[in-house]
């Protein structure tokens, strides 16, 4: 199963190909990409720390050994497709054309060491870098192998651990089932237009006494009357509005009146009814305002699926790296500690020459101290391993509980290309929060035509008619073969008419619509102008990290170096001039500040492994399918506050959507 990185529009560019031992870099030809042409992206889980990749090279692949306890590359995953943003995805064009025309800098493309002030200028400790030195981070061919936590080990990355967790963690699962329920609420809100079958029957057994002659037509009593009726049929609610129904009655009736004749009697009577509403509820898009809002729910619901599972797996690939970070900082506590054991080890055997007592407890302390400290990562190393079995959910861990997990991905050693334009361009086009707020503006938009079409007032037409049968005794199936053969249909028509005073509450609604569309608006405005920041924040952290890591390295050598001539004066060249404790006292704090250093230097790794990751999220495409063709900008840019929409323009999938306009002030 192979993972491929989500390309960027970068130009020029660095492919990098990731494996499990060992990073490599190869620059490939520069090829300048323009808006014009259509970017297209078939991806799916992109967690590495991938570089910046050409839409029109070749896709980067992040080849992935699943560890022998992951069996789940046979599995199809039901996670929903990206959401598209049409029909209002033409207001994206707007900030599309703004980032277009930002001038591209140097710095835009690279990263910023020509510019950056702090390490422009060359050092006293060897120059300009642009490199991570292994032998500096010399952790990094150690922590891929066991350290002995464990009588056996088990390897992860963080690839192949986000690939467990879409598949076996139950809080995955459990988001999955999310777009499942909202898609059953589309089936709710279109069943209301299925045709209904009913059927009723009644029999009615009537022993009154008579007040009235005028009741029987005799000098009767009593009024004894038997009476059966039923009806059969078929109703519907058409999209357009009106109502169909199709109804069979029949029965039999007798009783003691001499009014009734025949007597006994059997009756059937097959109606047709039809109501079209012509003004208010007129018309398909009207009625099916539900299902469209369920529609775009079911959409929202996807999007927000989408945000949770990538925020998911950045924890996952957090967890990965706290790992990985722990292990280091347990090597680098663990040559600590060796080296006070080893100043404590000489102090010991020249105690009896020139070692002071006071010279070994120092040492003494130092090596309790940082035994105690070891002791603390171990821990932290523990911790992160249940933190990763509980985030990827896989009862199969549960085999391995007791194991040592050890990392395979290493952090990059070398900076990428990156473009911050380029990564603005692919956010405004896959962020999950953009493509919500389109929605929304989508889902008020319908109910802005909904509410504009219930000020209008009630104008229905109704049409009727029916045939109708009669037969002697208690034979209503002869009545119902009379009704075809004898006399003519019935028909009528009419219609109703029906308006408010003022109609105050329908236009309270459409008011409010209003107010929430210019809402929606602003609050798509607020999102995209928040994702950009965010993205030129993520692009800006990822380079500067990088910058950091290159001046952690030098404030490392540099105090690698005052160890080693602190620890030459102590072994070879020991003044008897001076203090000899406090000589020791040196030494000990100049191996503690580099551990200090390694340790910041190590945190910085991973910090700047996990900002690919963030930037990614932040683009949206640390979990992409599907992504739409990216259409042309816009010439004519000139509407910069939102158009009232017309009444359900671009509801209807199949209907062309037309761009709103402004609706002249209901009376």
């Not at 009106?242 to 109804?247: C, F, H, R």
Request: hydrophobic share 40%; glycine share 4%.
């Amino acid at each position: 199963m192979k993972l491929f990185a989500a390309p960027l529009r970068t130009t020029p560019t660095r492919v990098l190909k990731v494996g499990l031992r060992t990073h490599r870099v190869s620059k490939l030809a520069s090829i300048r990409s323009t808006w014009l042409k259509r970017l297209a992206l078939s991806c799916l889980v992109c967690v590495g720390c991938c570089g910046a990749i050409d839409p029109q090279s070749a896709v980067a692949q992040t080849s992935v050994e699943v560890p022998s306890h992951q069996m789940h590359q046979n599995l199809e995953l039901p996670i929903p497709n990206a959401v598209h943003s049409r029909p209002y995805e033409h207001h994206i064009d707007r900030y599309r054309s703004q980032v277009l025309d930002t001038p591209v800098t140097d710095g835009d493309e690279s990263c910023w060491f020509e510019n950056s002030p702090a390490l422009a200028k060359p050092s006293i400790l060897g120059g300009q870098v642009t490199v991570l030195d292994p032998k500096t981070v010399w952790w990094d061919q150690h922590v891929t192998t066991p350290l002995g936590l464990a009588d056996q080990h088990t390897p992860v990355d963080a690839s192949a651990l986000a690939q467990t967790a879409l598949i076996a963690s139950p809080y995955v699962r459990g988001l999955l089932t999310e777009p499942q329920i909202s898609m059953t609420d589309i089936v709710i809100a279109d069943a209301q237009f299925d045709p209904l079958t009913f059927l009723d029957a009644n029999y009615t057994d009537t022993n009154d006494p008579v007040g009235s002659t005028l009741t029987t037509g005799d000098a009767s009593e009593r009024f004894r009357d038997n009476l059966f009726s039923s009806s059969a049929g078929v109703r519907k609610k058409m999209t357009s509005g009106g109502n169909l129904e199709l109804v069979q009655r029949g029965g039999f009736q007798n009783n003691n009146s001499t009014f009734l004749v025949p007597n006994p009697q059997g009756t059937s009577r097959l109606e047709l009814n039809f109501s079209q509403p012509l003004l208010r509820d007129h018309g398909k898009a009207v009625n099916r305002t539900r299902v469209i809002l369920a529609k775009i729910d079911a959409q929202i619901t996807n999007s927000e699926v989408r945000e949770e599972i990538q925020t998911h797996l950045l924890d996952v690939t957090t967890a990965y790296w706290e790992l990985y970070q722990a292990r280091a900082e347990w090597l680098q506590r663990s040559r600590l500690l060796e080296s006070a054991q080893e100043m404590q080890g000489v102090l010991l055997a020249r105690g009896e020459v020139d070692s002071q007592q006071r010279q070994i407890l120092r040492a003494n302390v130092a090596v309790a101290k940082r035994r105690a400290d070891l002791v603390r990562i171990e821990t932290r190393i523990r911790n992160a391993q249940s933190k990763l079995r509980l985030l990827t959910g896989d009862r199969q861990f549960a085999q391995f509980a007791e194991y040592e997990m050890v990392p395979v991905e290493k952090p990059l050693m070398q900076s990428i290309e990156l473009s911050t334009r380029d990564a603005t361009l692919t956010a405004l086009d896959n962020r999950p929060d953009i493509v919500q707020s389109l929605q929304q503006m989508h889902a008020v938009s319908t109910r802005v035509g909904a509410a504009r079409n219930q000020v209008l007032p009630r104008l229905d037409l109704l049409l009727s008619s029916y045939v109708a049968g009669l037969e002697t005794g208690t034979n209503t199936f002869g009545a119902i073969g009379r009704q075809f053969s004898e006399g003519r249909p019935t028909y009528s028509a009419g219609l109703v008419f029906e308006r408010p005073w003022g109609n105050r509450a329908n236009q309270a609604r459409l008011r409010r619509n209003r107010w929430e569309w210019t809402r929606s608006y602003a609050e798509f405005q607020q999102t995209t102008e928040a994702a950009i920041t965010e993205v030129e924040i993520a692009v800006r952290e990822t380079q500067t990290l990088f910058n950091e890591l290159i001046a952690k390295q030098q404030s490392t050598n540099a105090a690698a170096r005052e160890v080693e001539y602190l620890r030459s004066r102590w072994t070879l060249l020991p003044d008897p001039n001076e203090n000899a404790i406090l000589l020791i006292e040196n030494l000990l704090d100049a191996q503690e500040r580099l551990a200090d250093e390694e340790r910041s230097l190590v945190r910085s790794q991973v910090a700047h492994a996990l900002s690919w990751v963030s930037l990614r999220k932040a683009m949206g495409v640390l979990l992409v399918c599907n992504v739409a063709e990216v259409s042309p900008p816009l010439n004519d840019l000139s509407v910069m506050t939102p158009p009232e929409p017309q009444p359900f323009g671009g509801m209807i999938e199949s209907e062309p959507f037309s761009p709103p306009k402004p609706a002249e002030p209901t009376p």
